[in-house]
Nanobody
């Protein structure tokens, strides 16, 4: 099986920045398409950003211009750079990715990492 290990969450003041990372474990897995979702208490989980194997990215309107999704294939890791954070960005952020090993595809989710933005 494949596990996505998330890190980088924490508490930050409004206007600050955080970078989340999502690494496939074991590292023998290769991440293809990947995305970051977030879920705040009492709200539905929403797609924040996505990146395809070829590098094409997409973002929900509320984070455009502030968040950047990227990948480092050598490290088999996906990142979410978050700038100009707002209290409304407070949520648990989840990494979702298709990982491949020996031609077999796995759809996996990270454990979630808390991002809290204070006003």
């Amino acid at each position: 099986q494949v596990q996505l290990v998330e890190s980088g969450g924490g508490l930050v003041q409004a206007g600050g920045s955080l970078t989340l990372s999502c690494a496939a474990s074991p590292s023998t897995f290769t991440i293809n398409a990947a995305a970051w979702y977030r879920q705040a208490p009492g709200k539905q989980r929403e797609l924040v950003a996505g990146i395809l194997s070829g590098g094409t990215t997409n973002y929900t309107d509320s984070v455009k211009g502030r968040f950047t999704i990227s990948r480092d294939n050598a490290k088999n890791t996906v990142y979410l750079q978050m700038n100009s954070l707002e209290p409304e960005d407070t949520a648990v952020y989840y990494c979702n990715a298709e990982a491949v090993l020996f031609g077999i595809r796995y759809d996996s989710w990270g454990q979630g990492t808390q991002v809290t933005v204070s006003s």
